[in-house]
């Protein structure tokens, strides 16, 4: 313990000298508008920018294990991007990432010298065949990606530790290290919530954006499915997969979801569908200060039950704050049967994880493995650590024990649907909501199973010190009012603060 507490405090230590060591531009806590406006005025180059983020990382991974690889081109898309911009040259499809660093959630495609492996051994040295459909509309934004972060193994679909994948080792909170960092994408979270990236990507196929954001003190976006391409990504299911931006602020989130929302052939159903949502100009103009005026807003108390004063209280000073802002609050009765929703998912999900991984396995232009089968038996073969080992791999195993979309799978799939037109879309109509409330990622269930969209924004800390946040869902398209009101909240409240690294 000794030995943990001398390390901790030196990154701390190191965390101060870097914040005020770095010649005219503030490095710690940049977001992407002052990046920009560094770039313009000199005082920054993306060269200098990867530099301290890989910095970042060599100091403070080794404890916190958020990233799995760092890109070895990174420095080189850096000096292009240098080159790029001092000559005018600037791409066009460039936007506000040009030159920003991203690192990328373990499950998502990149067609270079990183893996792809959802944090598992067994697609260590997998070749894929071509950029994943976000990741490619970052690099024609001109983004540099920087590395990729540390998921839940399989995406928690093999039930581990959250956090841990046998490849990076078990990612920890930086608030409180013995805290949980939550959610399959923890890496991103918690590399986003310690500056070791300007911005990250996440997915989300229940809770897995909307926890770890909450947990890590940073902002998430959970975008109606569709909106952004699922193509290259390591999937669980198509009904309700959705990759998303988890940074620092409001503004660095919705700088990201520019860039990555739109149509894309190889995910044409989806993405066709949602891009009707896209509105003209961007996201951007959605960052309003007043941007909860005039909003309605439920409020679940079933979603609040359980939580302590000290949370409570928060919450209720929050919800205060959305009055005070000009909101109507509407006190909401959800009716959802939240167990049934649970069941109902994890009977569509098996099969659908099943036949989703085998098609993204069978595609690869190499693999070691080539379906869940042998993903399982390489398991086997493989055992994980000896701490984890009551953890095994029962979601895998019944997931390989179906044979495609059959009337049990047809039926849940209806109840599903039914709960969600008859459960959160009738009361959204019945009481012309722009949005539910929610502390955490208590309403991921309800917004996954009707690929409808979600913001974590920080909340506050307990009495340890652990985050929490709160999340302002809608239905499908939207974002544009749960932007507005994100944005608002965010800059009302100003909760986050830098991690403290406490035991």
């Not at 409240?493 to 991690?499: E, I, M, N, T």
């Amino acid at each position: 313990m000794a030995e943990l507490r001398l390390q901790v405090l030196a990154f701390v230590m190191a965390l101060a000298i870097a914040a005020v060591s770095c010649g005219g531009f503030e490095f710690q806590e940049a977001t992407v508008d002052a990046i920009q406006l560094g770039f313009r005025n000199g005082s920054l180059t993306s060269t200098a920018l990867v530099r301290f983020y890989l910095d970042q990382i060599g100091r403070l991974n080794p404890l916190l294990h958020a990233v799995i690889e760092v890109n070895p081109d990174a420095l080189a898309q850096a000096a292009r991007a240098d080159s790029e911009r001092s000559s005018g040259r600037c791409p066009s499809g460039a936007g506000g990432l040009h030159g920003v660093p991203v690192l990328l959630k373990d499950n998502i495609a990149t067609r270079d010298r990183l893996n792809t492996t959802a944090g598992s051994l067994a697609l260590l040295g997998s070749v894929v065949k071509r950029d994943a459909g976000v990741a490619s509309r970052l690099r024609r934004a001109g983004a540099v990606i920087l590395g990729k972060a540390n998921p839940s193994e399989w995406s928690n679909f093999r039930p581990v530790a959250s956090g841990w994948s046998a490849r990076g080792g078990q990612t920890l909170n930086p608030y409180v290290l013995s805290a949980t960092p939550c959610g399959s994408s923890a890496g991103p979270g918690v590399a986003a919530a310690t500056n070791m990236a300007a911005v990250t990507l996440g997915s989300e196929t229940d809770g897995s954006i909307l926890c770890p954001s909450s947990w890590n003190s940073v902002v998430g976006i959970k975008p109606t499915v569709g909106l952004t391409s699922r193509s290259g990504v390591i999937p669980i299911t198509p009904r309700q997969d959705t990759i998303g931006p988890m940074c620092r602020t409001v503004s660095d989130a919705v700088h990201v979801l520019d860039a990555i929302v739109g149509y894309d052939a190889l995910d044409a159903e989806a993405t066709g569908a949602a891009s009707e949502y896209i509105p003209p100009g961007g996201y951007r103009q959605f960052l309003k200060t007043d941007g909860l005026k005039g909003k309605r807003i439920g409020v679940a108390s079933m979603f609040f039950a359980g939580y302590d004063d000290v949370h409570l209280t928060v919450y209720e000073e929050h919800l205060h704050t959305m009055r005070r802002h000009g909101a109507t609050l509407i006190d909401l009765d959800i009716a959802t049967n939240l167990t049934d929703l649970g069941i109902q998912e994890m009977i569509a999900m098996y099969a659908e994880f099943k036949l989703s991984i085998n098609a993204y396995l069978s595609d690869l232009l190499y693999s070691p493995v080539r379906s869940l089968a042998e993903v399982i038996a390489f398991n086997n073969a493989h055992p994980v650590e000896e701490r984890l080992k009551d953890f095994g791999q029962p979601d895998l195993i019944a997931a390989e024990k179906t044979n495609g979309i059959g009337v049990a799978e047809r039926a849940a799939i209806r109840r599903l649907d039914q709960l969600s037109t008859d459960g959160l879309e009738k009361l959204m109509n019945q009481h012309q909501l722009d949005a539910i409330v929610a502390p955490n990622s208590d309403a991921s269930s309800v917004l996954a199973v009707g690929g409808y969209p979600g913001i974590a924004v920080p909340a506050g800390y307990d009495k340890r010190g652990v985050p929490f946040g709160i999340c302002f869902g809608g239905l499908k398209g939207y974002e544009p009012r749960l932007i507005e009101m994100a944005f608002a909240f965010e800059q009302a409240s100003k909760v986050r603060k830098p991690p403290a690294f406490k035991r």
